[in-house]
């Protein structure tokens, strides 16, 4: 019980920081604002000092409910780091009966997509191929239409390693990813978090949407070990997470109308 909490400690904290980092642009345009209306020396008297009490007070309302809808998804996270660290071996169809277990779609519309990627050598890239055709990652989690499996490498070209889903569940096959796709090739933050043990984000363009991406190093133990080379040894994989931001900020604002919160 010690190990595990100290586990979910370390995580939660970690994704606080990074978060701070998501509220913080979000309000951005709403700080904009603000400080238009404060520096308005120009205008004067009562009605002027209500107004900027009323929108200060909403601000505070805004970033105090975007504040519990981070902590849910860093219930989520943990719970999904616990999850995985618990097993030898992540299979597909086991992460998405978790997933299916905890309502993780049902109590978060804002997550699009969740899985785990794990780092593959260029040496082991034709027998990960084998595996990952021989159970291959549902788009849409158990007993949902199947597709024909299929690996092709995106983008395609020789590397050093691979990062790829093991495992994973989309919303819908707008928000599906497929599984050759090369995620460190296409983030270049992913593989120095795995030794920094910070989560990395970065927008994705889904069509005309925009999506945030959220990965989390997950190590075995009770802890991010302390060094570079026992988080390297120790490392199980990225916790992927695909967020329509949208969705949260406008759920923040729905008591109220007429602000506008930008996610830049």
Not at 181 to 191: F, M, P, Q, R, S
Not at 200 to 222: D, F, H, I, N
Request: charged share 20%; with cysteine.
């Amino acid at each position: 019980p010690h190990k595990a909490t100290l586990r979910t400690t370390r995580t939660r904290t970690i994704l606080r920081r990074r978060w701070l980092t998501v509220i913080a642009a979000g309000l951005l345009a709403l700080a904009g604002i603000a400080g238009s209306l404060l520096g308005a020396r120009a205008v004067s008297g009562s009605a002027a000092h209500a107004k900027r009490f009323s929108f200060l007070l909403s601000a505070r309302e805004i970033a105090s409910t975007l504040g519990l809808a981070i902590q849910r998804e860093e219930d989520l996270v943990v719970a999904a780091s616990a999850y995985v660290v618990s097993r030898p071996v992540v299979s597909p169809a086991g992460f998405d009966e978790w997933v299916q277990a905890v309502h993780a779609l049902d109590r978060h519309p804002e997550l699009q997509n969740i899985g785990l990627v794990q780092l593959v050598p260029a040496s082991h890239l034709r027998q990960f191929e084998s595996a990952i055709m021989a159970r291959p990652v549902e788009p849409l989690g158990l007993h949902t239409a199947k597709l024909a499996p299929r690996f092709e490498l995106l983008p395609p070209g020789h590397r050093p390693f691979y990062c790829f889903a093991v495992a994973g569940i989309a919303r819908s096959m707008q928000s599906y990813i497929p599984s050759g796709l090369d995620y460190c090739a296409i983030a270049g933050a992913l593989v120095p978090s795995r030794e920094t043990g910070l989560a990395s984000y970065a927008p994705l363009a889904l069509g005309a949407r925009r999506e945030l991406a959220v990965q989390t190093p997950v190590y075995r133990g009770a802890k991010v070990p302390a060094g570079v080379a026992e988080r390297r040894r120790e490392f199980v994989g990225w916790l992927g997470e695909l967020i329509a931001p949208d969705l949260v900020l406008d759920r923040a604002l729905r008591a109220h109308p007429g602000t506008r919160v930008v996610f830049a």
